[in-house]
T-cell receptor, first 117, second 116 residues
Framework: KAGVTQTPRYLIKTRGQQVTLSCSPI?????VSWYQQTPGQGLQFLFE???????NKGNFPGRFSGRQFSNSRSEMNVSTLELGDSALYLC????????????????FGPGTRLTVT | AQSVTQLDSHVSVSEGTPVLLRCNYS??????LFWYVQHPNKGLQLLLK??????LVKGINGFEAEFKKSETSFHLTKPSAHMSDAAEYFC??????????????FGTGTLLAVQP
């Protein structure tokens, strides 16, 4: 079974620009989550989508947005880029429902390394 | 609220010696706990997970973790370190319960160095 794929793998943008990152989940996984990883803040939850609906959102400004398509593929968009948005953006996919209250494991893609100059 | 604390930011061991990476958690209900590993410039790989089925959880590559409710701990161990184990390890707690969300809360990570 193919893993989670993310495109592009590397991206260099200038302050003020916007960027769109893409994530294709494992086949059959309908929950997709996004995380930002930086040396200073570590791994932080951005948002989660399930059946094209945002199910949960982290503490990030409105410049960060996302969506999910009917085939479960997801995109995230960052508008008006700032230097501090430079990070590794990770996408994870999972089965959508918990089992007896517990969570299914989530599988991560290789990430998109975004550099803002 | 859920949280995890990784007690060591760096751990260094010699090849062939045991590995212990410590993690304490806080949760208002029975937690889902995970350990992930990240090798340099790579994504996150799931090592193992705990979801109340058994307190001793075996994972990939010889790693295991024991859930201790009385100590609110979920330490990761391996009997004999290999050079390829050098990486950063994250203890993770699931935020959701009952299918409400798959949000994960990550610890700050432990960088494991393995000396020859």
């Amino acid at each position: 079974k193919a893993g989670v794929t993310q495109t592009p793998r590397y991206l260099i943008k200038t302050r003020g620009q916007q960027v769109t990152l893409s994530c294709s989940p494992i086949s059959g996984h309908r929950s997709v989550s996004w995380y930002q990883q930086t040396p200073g803040q570590g791994l932080q939850f951005l948002f989660e989508y399930f059946s094209e609906t945002q199910r949960n959102k982290g503490n990030f400004p409105g410049r960060f947005s996302g969506r999910q398509f009917s085939n479960s593929r997801s995109e995230m968009n960052v508008s008006t880029l700032e230097l501090g948005d430079s990070a590794l953006y990770l996408c994870a996919s999972s089965l959508p429902h918990s089992l007896a209250g517990g969570l299914y494991e989530q599988y991560f893609g290789p990430g998109t390394r975004l550099t803002v100059t | 609220a859920q949280s995890v604390t990784q007690l060591d930011s760096h751990v260094s061991v010699s090849e062939g010696t045991p590995v212990l990476l410590r993690c304490n958690y806080s949760s208002s209900y029975s937690p889902s706990l995970f350990w992930y590993v990240q090798h340099p410039n790579k994504g996150l790989q799931l090592l193992l997970k705990y979801t109340s089925a058994a307190t001793l959880v075996k994972g990939i590559n010889g790693f295991e973790a024991e859930f201790k409710k009385s100590e609110t701990s979920f330490h990761l161990t391996k009997p004999s370190a290999h050079m390829s184990d050098a990486a950063e390890y994250f203890c993770v707690v699931g935020h959701g319960y009952g299918g409400a969300t798959n949000k994960l809360i990550f610890g700050t990570g432990t960088l494991l160095a393995v000396q020859p």
